[in-house]
Nanobody
């Protein structure tokens, strides 16, 4: 029903900024919650942020709260994750994922099992 393509990763210095993009295509795109996950070296996937278009619900993990902003361009069916004041611990492969659930986003978005469709990932490296 939906396909996802991530882009926008790259190499940045600590304190820098980056904007990741998740372009969605397919049917009923507006019904899908889009979540950003990341996998750091040697670690499991962590939920970062998500946006549910149906009700406008937004979730941020504590690790990025205050430094990141998730948004959506409805005309382009694209969800963005703006990350500021990047830290070395933000280094990871970032994935976007799509799922449908009416449960609160703070319950759904940190858990990969709620998301059936995944993008290919984009590498973010924060180093001096």
């Amino acid at each position: 029903q939906v396909q996802l393509v991530e882009s926008g990763g790259g190499l940045v210095q600590p304190g820098g900024s980056l904007r990741l993009s998740c372009a969605a295509s397919g049917y009923d795109v507006d019904y899908y919650t889009i979540t950003w996950f990341r996998r750091a070296p040697g670690k499991d996937r962590d939920g970062v942020s998500c946006y549910r278009p149906v009700d406008g619900s937004i979730y941020y993990a504590d690790s990025v709260k205050g430094r990141s902003t998730i948004s959506r361009d409805n005309a382009k069916n694209t969800v963005y994750l703006q990350m500021n004041n990047l830290k070395p611990e933000d280094t990871a492969v970032y994935y976007c994922a799509a799922g449908i659930s009416d449960r609160p986003v703070h319950e759904v978005c940190p858990r990969p099992e709620f998301f059936a469709t995944w993008g290919q990932g984009t590498q973010v490296t924060v180093t001096s």
